[in-house]
Structure formats: structure tokens, C-alpha cells
């Protein structure tokens, strides 16, 4: 069974993902691509596109509520490491259950993840 976060992207266009510079590139060359970034204050980054009132992070591909996938997963900051998906490790998770609201998708429910093995 698919991922559930693999047809939503619903938290990638809904809240300011902000980190600090030493996550991203040049200071972390394995880090969020320079390109990708903005400075919003001293020391602090945010991805392109999270940083504004129509909210979609610039390294999401695809349509939100059907598919999509981050293209620099495996360089991805650390706020997008620790938002967890509702009942993924058995607890609700308040910011994916607000992203899900905000873009017209059902919060997710223990039983979604029945039959998934794979985490993202
Ligand atoms: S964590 Fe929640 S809001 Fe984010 S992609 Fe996964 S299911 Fe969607
Ligand atoms: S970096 Fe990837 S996981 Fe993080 S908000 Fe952007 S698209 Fe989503």
C-alpha cells in the first residue's frame, strides 16, 4: 500500500519552513540546496515558498491531494523531518491534521495505516 503522505504534500503548502543556515548549503554541503532558500532574519532560513501568504515550499513536485514528492528528500530540513503524519507512530499529529484541513483533506486515521510497512 502507498504511503499516505505520498498523495497528500498538504504540510509542504501550508506553514513557513524555517531552519537554521547551518542546515543548507554552503555550510552543509549534503544540506538544502542554496537555491533554494531565503534569509528571513539573522541566521534563519526559510524554503522558497513557505515564506508568503499563498504558502507551497518550491521543492514540492506534483498535485497536492494526489500525488506528489519532495525532490530534495533526502536533503530536506530538519522542520520537514520532524512534522509526523497522524498516527504514523501511533499518536495524532496536530500540524498534519491542520495542513490536511487547509487544503480540503480528511484528517488521516489510525486504520490508514494498516498494511503499510514502508516509512518515508
Ligand atoms: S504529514 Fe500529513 S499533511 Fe504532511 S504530507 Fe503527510 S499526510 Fe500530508
Ligand atoms: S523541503 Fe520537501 S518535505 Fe520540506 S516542505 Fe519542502 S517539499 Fe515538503
Do not use: C, K, S, Y
Given at each position: 500500500m502507498k504511503h499516505p503522505c505520498l498523495d497528500c504534500g498538504a504540510c509542504c503548502a501550508a506553514f513557513r519552513v524555517a531552519f537554521y543556515?547551518?542546515?543548507?548549503?554552503?555550510?552543509?554541503?549534503?544540506?538544502?540546496?542554496?537555491?533554494m532558500v531565503a534569509t528571513t532574519r539573522p541566521n534563519i532560513l526559510a524554503m522558497l515558498g513557505t515564506d508568503g501568504p499563498d504558502i507551497r515550499c518550491v521543492a514540492l513536485k506534483g498535485k497536492i491531494g494526489e500525488q506528489v514528492y519532495c525532490s530534495i528528500y533526502s536533503q530536506r530540513p530538519s522542520p520537514c523531518h520532524d512534522l509526523k503524519a497522524s498516527y504514523e507512530n501511533g499518536e495524532i499529529s496536530p500540524q498534519c491534521d491542520r495542513a490536511r484541513e487547509k487544503h480540503g483533506l480528511a484528517p488521516l486515521t489510525p486504520d490508514v495505516w494498516l498494511g503499510i510497512v514502508e516509512k518515508i
Open positions: 543556515w547551518t542546515e543548507a548549503q554552503p555550510e552543509n554541503p549534503l544540506g538544502v540546496p542554496a537555491e
